[in-house]
Each structure stands twice: as structure tokens, then as C-alpha cells.
């Protein structure tokens, strides 16, 4: 919740409810609350997708860099033994 709303009091809520139904009479509003409704749900929906998304993706990059990861020490010990060889060799 945002900080700004924890600061709006119940009678500036009142005012609010008036001022809609005013504008848009007692017959739409709950259309309106229906559309605000889906709305958010759409919304949620597209913001999970994108969590999930980022996920998968950055768990991809992270099996890409220990597949790296792995590469580079194997090389290294293979390396490392053939110095060690050279070396114990002469």
C-alpha cells in the first residue's frame, strides 16, 4: 500500500464515493467497478507473465555462466596437470 494512502481519512473517502457517483450516476457504477476490476486482473496478469519471464530468463543465464564456470576450471586443472607433468618429468 502506498504511503500516500495510509494518510487519506475516511470522511476524504466519503467525498470521493460522492464526487463518482455524481459524475456517473448510481446505474454505471458498478459497470465501472466491473471494468476496474478486469482491469486490475489484466494488469496482474501482465505483471506476473513478466516475473516469470525475467525468471526463466536469468535462470538460463545463470546455467550458462556455471556451464562456464565449469568449463574454465576444467581447463585450468588440465592445464595445471600438464605443468605439473612437465615439470616432474625432467
Do not use: H, Y
Amino acid at each position: 500500500m502506498s504511503l500516500s494512502l495510509l494518510f487519506i481519512s475516511g470522511g476524504e473517502i466519503a467525498i470521493v464515493f460522492v464526487v463518482i457517483l455524481l459524475l456517473f450516476g448510481a446505474k454505471s457504477i458498478p459497470e465501472l467497478a466491473k471494468g476496474l476490476g478486469n482491469g486490475m486482473r489484466e494488469f496482474k496478469k501482465a505483471t506476473d507473465d513478466i516475473k516469470k519471464e525475467f525468471r526463466e530468463s536469468t535462470e538460463d543465464i545463470t546455467k550458462d555462466i556455471n556451464q562456464f564456470k565449469k568449463d574454465i576450471e576444467s581447463e585450468t586443472k588440465e592445464v595445471i596437470d600438464k605443468v605439473k607433468k612437465d615439470i616432474n618429468s625432467d
